[in-house]
């Protein structure tokens, strides 16, 4: 039972390059959702997805997108890196909307 | 604005001295309280979830309060495996988004 596994675990990017940040669950999860840690702050919500086939956005938006591609994975896509992208990226799931979440280990990002 | 803050930044202890870290919310209403342990470089892993002032939970060294302004970590006798960063988050009523607090960073000394 792996929980919550996230690929890479390290990025380095150029400013302007794409990538594609993924992240599954086999706990059988309705709810998943991508956050961003930086320095001295707390969690900010990226997206999240509440049930398989729906997405919605959380506080940090702008210059990601993602998708659910089935019960088990979420992905977050980064169009066109900027600097201020650089960032640990965390993926996470709960039972529920509402009920505990559980993590995966981290995507480090560093753009150029 | 609902909003989580959390005190001390960080609290350094000696092996088995106890002490409470804080986490302070104003939220238009609360469905839930949660507390996350963070170990550098991993992810958060989740502790205990509080849903009603005056409910307590425990956890080998950890007890979580928490009242209808705050919530509090009270760690008994630690040891230096408990260093980490602990984190709060609350979940205010008809939204699926949490609400962080930025973490008290926590070092026991042998």
């Known amino acids: 039972n792996a929980g919550v596994t996230q690929t890479p675990k390290f990025q380095v990017l150029k400013t302007g390059q794409s990538m594609t940040l993924q992240c599954a669950q086999d706990?059988?999860?309705?709810?998943m959702y991508w956050y961003r840690q930086d320095p001295g702050m707390g969690l900010r919500l990226i997206y999240y997805?509440?049930?398989?086939?729906?997405?919605d956005k959380g506080e940090v938006p702008n210059g990601y997108n993602v998708s659910r591609l089935n019960k088990r994975e979420f992905s977050l896509r980064l169009e066109s890196a900027a600097p201020s992208q650089t960032s640990v990226y965390f993926c996470a799931s709960s039972g529920d909307a509402g009920y505990e979440q559980y993590f995966g280990p981290g995507t480090r990002l560093t753009v150029t | 604005e609902d909003q989580v803050t959390q005190s001390p930044e960080a609290l350094r202890l000696q092996e088995g001295e106890s002490s409470s870290l804080n986490c302070s919310y104003t939220?238009?209403?609360?469905?839930?309280l949660f507390w996350y342990r963070q170990d550098p470089g991993k992810g958060p892993e989740f502790l205990f979830t509080l849903y009603s002032a005056g409910e307590e939970k425990e956890k080998e060294r950890l007890k979580a309060t928490l009242t209808k302004k705050e919530s509090f970590l009270h760690i008994t006798a630690p040891k230096p495996e408990d260093s980490a960063t602990y984190l709060c988050a609350v979940q205010v009523d008809s939204n699926y988004q949490l609400i962080w607090g930025a973490g008290t960073k926590l070092i026991i000394k042998p």
């Open positions: 997805s509440a049930s398989e086939g729906t997405t």
């Open positions: 706990m059988n999860h309705n709810s």
């Open positions: 939220v238009s209403g609360l469905r839930g």
